[in-house]
């Protein structure tokens, strides 16, 4: 019985023009959308392929601990073209150091100002937008239609209960959309795989899965919407204003207004007053520094057998890298440095706090906004499929989160090769091969100038680096389909109650509804 | 007043939706035209509309050729369609306000709308009603309202007793009567033999685009109606030769 | 009225009949009527009401914080050492950014220039980075989005829906040509529409102006005039393409179906696409990978100069006697800066030569591009009617190209008067590097450098650079009508 109604129902819709051009134009933006974000893919993987390899060919020249400044960086999400998120709007590399600690960036981002509506016309979005006003579209006289055109008095006459009825409509609504999807999402999967840039895991195929059922239930629950307004809504025409007026609500302005009452509850302070705070903490370093260094001036010395030294300033023994210097201004620069690389890095911990508790706000804002957006289920939607594709916000912080430990991991490898508090973070000579400036001047007496050159030697160009292979890798470490599953699991929940809930009320509306024409 | 000579249509799919019809209304006349589903009334009076262009032949309303002048012929005509819903949102009054403006009726007042209403039989409190929740019956006493009150000489009515319950159908033949003792031009096309045998003056029966019988009121005291019509449908007799009509 | 007689042999007596033609008037008031009373005027009422005040409150509560940031970066340049000033630069907000957002969240706040440099600040932002998240609804995105869904749930059933009420039949049983019923629907159709969108921006517009917005400084109000003059011919545009679709199908289902795809095509994936397909035909190198080749340059140019230059500094210092390792620009002798200007001066001509060309060569292919993008763009009127409203809030391209104009012709006189005037040495050798910087002895730059100023363009100028994709917008309306006209002519009413 329900099948016959679902086929009725699916032959009504698809025997039509209007199922022709909704589907063709479904799919080719489907395919238009695959086309164009696979190659966006593309391009941002090979960046950061050769990003990557920049950086670990950075690392392989460096001569001295102090230069070790490491950027590590974020692949783009393999799903991506699935679902943009913020896989773009976030940056895509993180640096830290000892002193520099990593902070929230903004990426490259949209740089189309024009792009007044979508922020991007992924295949989720073609989902979120496209079909579910196709589904608005092809169910809003289901029950109104039947009813003006006779057919469902004449169905009904018949020895039919009415829920079997609706899940017959249901059902045959749900197989015509349900073609639009598969096929649109079968060929972009064929268009992405094809690409020499992305080879899905099984956990990848899961995500796929999951998010084409996620895409399902979700246009599901537009139809069952429509089905709801078809059924209590006598006219046709006055359903479909209804549920479009709806949609307007519901997609376009929820998460809008989502926004405004979150930064209005839970308002966060401007972030030039978090920089000035910082910024004062940076003087409040440098004063220090200063008196510091005024304290514990420079032995006397003679420029000449100084060689390859840069430092932050001179007045300050701070010192960077310093390829040969007499013994007593390496033993300057070495007291200097414990005492102001110690302070540096006490400082970028306590600005690191600073922009922490920023992002803290900043969370606790985003939060209060995300709860109020789950009114809309457009917003759910695109969050449960932002979540399994790995391109929400979370996943960044995460990355963030993940760089600002392993800057601990490189600290703790640097200390165990005493590279942190001693010579070897700024020099690679030795104490004891080190002559005094007296020394020197006597042997330049001596032997000449030639003499000297021989044995300070020619500078850091003959240097070779630094052997770091046994150094700990950073590990772009992704999350397992479990965690994530978990996490979106708030929306998958919504998305399912407001099925369960609009079923319910299609169903004891339906119950009860005046099925005569007039 | 209504006029058909040589009117044919053929589709572009080469069916021959109407042959050759020749048929005349005449002031003070109703004309019924009987016939199957698809057996052309309603091409018929489609083509007395310009809904669509005959492909050869020519309709007249008032003497005026409707493919040549259509806007001038349809000063002359009203038209009652089958199945019509009207505007739901407007009350009675306002659809027939708005369709007498339409036809060239200004400045006629509320009880000018009210009494014809009555006349045609309408229940007072439906009068300020929206027309959405009115019955099947109710809608076609209001179209027939919207063809009173254009008072055009000529008449076109497309089934209109079809849905109609026996007393309101009565209602509505008396109306007819009342038309055409005005001296209208009625064209009616009907299922219903009862009510065509109880007004027509003329009645002509339909067959596949072709009109087949052509009887007057006197010929069909002497002829059982629905025998003939029967029969026709049935495709026993061929069509009548105009001399055999004469005799 | 004529009256007419009808001569009847049969009944031997004359009819007399009135007959007059039927009104235009007549036609537009049921339409009127009819659109009042159905639940679509509510639904449109409540959204404007809705979205335009509050999206206008919303973002003039962002204008005036960038207003006010911008005053405030003012004063700080203002109480610079006049040395310092012209170094930098700030750019206003435009004030009509509270109607369409355009390039003011991505267009540079500011710059700050060094010899060789042009550094451009960050954009403006919303406030909070929420808003980067869920994004922002401002006048543009309500018309150019919200309204043109709403006219084509106006429009859609409107030949389509009367044929299938059969209302239609009963019109054309009249005396009424055909295109005064289209007119009549046109008309109805498009002051429904426009009435509650004059209201609610009304009502927005007080509201901007109660709570401190200079609507009425520097002629703002016109600009504001003319865009709610495109807005309506913008929605006017998008209800006659309902009207076209609504005449060429027969069924209002199908209707709605073919203006949703139009919808979706126009207003969200050209104006995208255009871009995308614009940056594969005219690819254009980022500005990332410009800077770093302008960076790269200036390093080579400079390390060039500093091997021509050491033999001078060698020499000076040997003569001075100073240490080994010390080298030192003699300010004080005229025949050291001389010779040093001689030697310097091509090297710095060239780089400044090779600097202009590659950002004059990188100007051009982006405008190259973009042009092409616009143009493309002009398939969909909502690209089109995006422009023309960005342009008069002075929130489009031709804001940003006039910016980025500024800021190179800013950085030029400063070239002229005061970079020119300096002098930026890198010496190497055997691994040690000196650097010396300052201000040519004899060449004083001026007491006041020039300030940075940004003036946004007249309204004759946003006019007449609008005025083409305006026309356009008419002539689509006018297109769409005629196409109307033409396919109403052979509807099948049956």
């Known amino acids: 019985m329900i099948w016959t109604i679902a086929r009725k129902q699916l032959l009504i819709n698809v025997m039509t023009q209007k199922f022709v051009i909704g589907f063709v134009l479904c799919q080719l933006l489907f395919l238009l959308s695959a086309v164009i974000l696979t190659r966006d893919y593309e391009e941002r993987r090979a960046s ?4 990557a390899s920049q950086h670990a060919r950075q690392l392989r020249q460096i001569k001295v601990y102090s230069q070790l400044t490491i950027t590590v960086d974020r692949p783009p999400a393999q799903l991506s073209p699935l679902c943009e998120g913020f896989d773009k709007r976030l940056a895509s590399e993180a640096t830290l150091s000892y002193t520099r600690i990593p902070e929230i960036s903004m990426g490259q981002g949209e740089k189309n100002p024009l792009m007044v509506v979508l922020k991007s016309f992924d295949l989720v979005a073609i989902v979120q937008i496209v079909l579910s006003l196709l589904a608005l579209f092809f169910a809003y006289d289901v029950v109104s239609g039947e009813r003006e055109q006779g057919t469902l008095a004449l169905t009904l006459s018949h020895a039919l209960p009415r829920h079997k009825m609706l899940m017959g409509q249901y059902l045959g609504g749900m197989m015509t959309l349900l073609p639009m999807v598969l096929v649109g999402m079968i060929l972009a999967l064929f268009v992405m795989i094809s690409s020499s840039s992305i080879a899905f895991s099984s956990q990848d195929w899961m995500r796929i899965g999951l998010i084409v059922a996620i895409s399902l239930i979700y246009l599901s629950t537009f139809h069952l919407l429509a089905i709801l307004v078809s059924t209590i809504v006598k006219r046709s025409a006055t359903s479909l204003t209804v549920l479009l007026f709806c949609w307007i609500v519901l997609v376009v302005l929820f998460p809008h207004a989502s926004a405004y009452l979150a930064h209005h509850i839970r308002p966060v302070e401007a972030k030039a007053m978090v920089d000035a705070r910082a910024r004062n903490l940076r003087s409040e370093m440098w004063q220090r520094l200063w008196s510091y260094a005024k304290k514990h001036p420079p032995p006397p010395h003679r420029w000449e057998f100084i060689k390859g030294r840069s430092v932050y300033t001179g007045d300050i023994p701070y010192p960077i890298m310093i390829y040969y210097a007499p013994r007593e201004i390496m033993l300057w620069e070495l007291e200097g440095l414990k ?180 | 007043m209504i006029e058909a000579i040589n009117l044919t249509k053929r589709y572009e799919d080469g069916v021959l939706a109407l042959d050759s019809l020749n048929l005349k209304v005449n002031p003070g006349e109703i004309y019924c035209l009987l016939g199957a589903n698809g057996a052309g009334k309603t091409t018929t009076i489609n083509l007395f509309l310009n809904f669509i262009p005959p492909t050869s032949g020519t309709p007249l309303i008032n003497g005026i050729d409707v493919t040549r002048d259509p806007l001038e012929a349809k000063k002359y005509v009203a038209y009652l369609s089958e199945n019509v819903m009207l505007y739901g949102n407007f009350t009675a009054r306002q659809n027939l306000d708005f369709f007498a403006k339409l036809g060239g009726k200004k400045n006629l007042k509320k009880e000018d709308y009210y009494m014809v209403m009555r006349e045609v039989g309408l229940p007072e409190r439906a009068f300020e009603q929206r027309v959405k929740e009115f019955s099947k019956g109710m809608r076609q006493k209001l179209g027939i309202a919207i063809c009173m009150i254009k008072d055009a000489p000529a008449l076109l009515l497309d089934e209109p007793t079809a849905g109609l319950d026996p007393a309101s159908a009565a209602e509505f033949i008396e109306t007819l009567k009342e038309l055409r003792r005005r001296g209208k031009a009625i064209l009616m096309s009907t299922h219903d033999i009862f009510r065509a045998k109880e007004i027509a003056d003329r009645v002509g029966i339909m067959k596949e685009g072709r009109k087949v019988m052509e009887r007057t009121r006197e010929e069909l005291e002497y002829e059982n109606l629905e025998r003939l019509y029967l029969d026709y449908m049935r495709g026993g007799l061929g069509p009548e030769s105009e001399e055999r009509r004469a005799s | 009225m004529v009256k007419a007689d009808i001569r009847s042999p049969e009944l031997n007596q004359t009819l007399r009949v009135a007959i007059g033609p039927a009104s235009f008037l007549t036609l537009l008031q049921k339409e009127i009527l009819d659109l009042v009373l159905s639940i679509r005027f509510l639904v449109l009422l409540m959204l404007c009401a809705l979205l335009i005040p509050l999206s206008l409150y919303v973002n003039s509560q962002t204008y005036e914080r960038w207003l006010a940031d911008y005053n405030e970066q003012l004063k700080i340049e203002s109480t610079l050492r006049s040395s310092r000033s012209g170094w930098s630069g700030t750019r206003p907000p435009s004030p009509l950014a509270v109607f369409a957002n355009g390039v003011e969240t991505s267009l540079p706040k500011g710059f700050s220039i060094q010899p060789n440099q042009i550094q451009m600040d960050k954009p403006r932002s919303y406030g909070d980075p929420i808003y980067e998240i869920f994004g922002r609804i401002d006048f543009l995105f309500v018309v150019q989005a919200v309204l043109s869904l709403i006219a084509f749930l106006f429009a859609f059933d409107s030949i389509s829906g009367e044929k299938e009420m059969g209302t239609l039949r009963l019109c054309l049983a009249n005396a009424v040509p055909r295109y005064k019923i289209l007119l009549g629907k046109f008309a109805g159709g498009m002051l429904i529409l426009v009435v509650p969108f004059l209201i609610a921006t009304g009502i927005g517009l007080i509201v901007l102006t109660a709570t401190g917005y200079p609507l009425f400084d520097h002629n703002l109000w016109t600009k504001v005039l003319l865009m709610v003059v495109a807005s309506i011919v913008y929605i006017s545009t998008f209800y006659v393409l309902g009207m076209v679709i609504s005449s060429l199908t027969h069924q209002s289902k199908t209707t709605l179906i073919v203006l949703m795809l139009i919808w979706v095509v126009f207003v969200l994936a050209v104006p995208r696409l255009s871009i995308i397909v614009a ?11 410009i800077a770093l080749r302008k960076k790269l340059l200036v390093e080579h140019i400079q390390q060039e100069k500093g091997r021509a230059l050491k033999d001078l500094y060698f020499a000076k210092a040997r003569q001075k006697g100073l240490a080994e390792g010390a080298l030192t620009f003699d300010a004080n002798d005229p025949e050291f800066v001389r010779r040093r200007n001689e030697i310097a001066k091509p090297f710095e001509a060239r780089m400044r030569d090779e600097l202009a060309k590659i950002d004059e060569d990188h100007q051009r292919k982006k405008q190259r591009q973009l042009h092409l993008a616009r143009n493309i763009a002009r398939i969909s009127p909502a690209s089109v009617f995006a422009y023309v409203m960005t342009d008069m809030a002075d929130t489009g391209e031709t804001v940003k190209v006039r910016f980025f104009d500024a800021v190179r012709r800013h950085y030029a006189r400063m070239d002229r008067l005061v970079f020119s005037r300096m002098y930026q040495d890198l010496i190497t050798d055997e691994g040690h590097s000196w650097g010396f910087g300052g201000t040519l002895p004899g060449e004083e730059p001026p007491e006041k450098p020039p300030r940075f100023a940004f003036r946004f363009p007249e309204i004759s100028e946003s006019l007449a650079h609008s005025l083409p994709d305006v026309a356009l917008l008419v002539i689509y309306a006018l297109l769409f009508f005629i196409v109307a006209h033409v396919a109403f002519i052979g509807y099948d009413v049956r």
């Open chain 1, 48 to 51: 950061y392929s050769a990003a």
């Open chain 1, 339 to 518: 005492y102001c690389l110690r302070l540096d890095m006490e400082y970028a911990e306590r600005i690191h706090d600073l922009y922490r508790s920023y992002e803290r706000t900043l969370l606790r804002q985003a939060d209060l906004a995300k709860m109020v957006a789950r009114l809309s289920p457009a917003w759910v939607y695109t969050q449960a499929a932002s979540i399994l594709a790995g391109t929400d916000a979370d996943h960044y912080l995460r990355f963030l989160e993940r760089a600002r430990r392993y800057r601990h991991v490189v600290i703790d490898y640097v200390e165990s090769k005493d590279g942190l508090f001693s010579l070897a973070y700024f020099t690679r000579r030795n104490m004891n091969e080190l002559l005094t400036t007296a020394e020197l001047e006597a042997l330049r007496k001596s032997r000449g100038r030639r003499a000297i050159d021989d044995l300070i030697g020619r500078g850091w160009d003959e240097v070779p680096p630094l052997d770091l292979r046994d150094m700990p890798t950073f590990d772009p470490v992704s999350e397992t389909i479990d965690a994530q599953i978990k996490r979106a699991l708030p929306e998958l929940g919504i998305l399912i109650f407001l099925n369960l809930v609009l079923f319910l009320l299609s169903h004891v509306a339906f119950l009860r509804a005046d099925v005569r024409a007039d």
């Open chain 3, 279 to 289: 940056g594969m035909i005219r690819p254009v190198e980022s500005d990332a990978v």
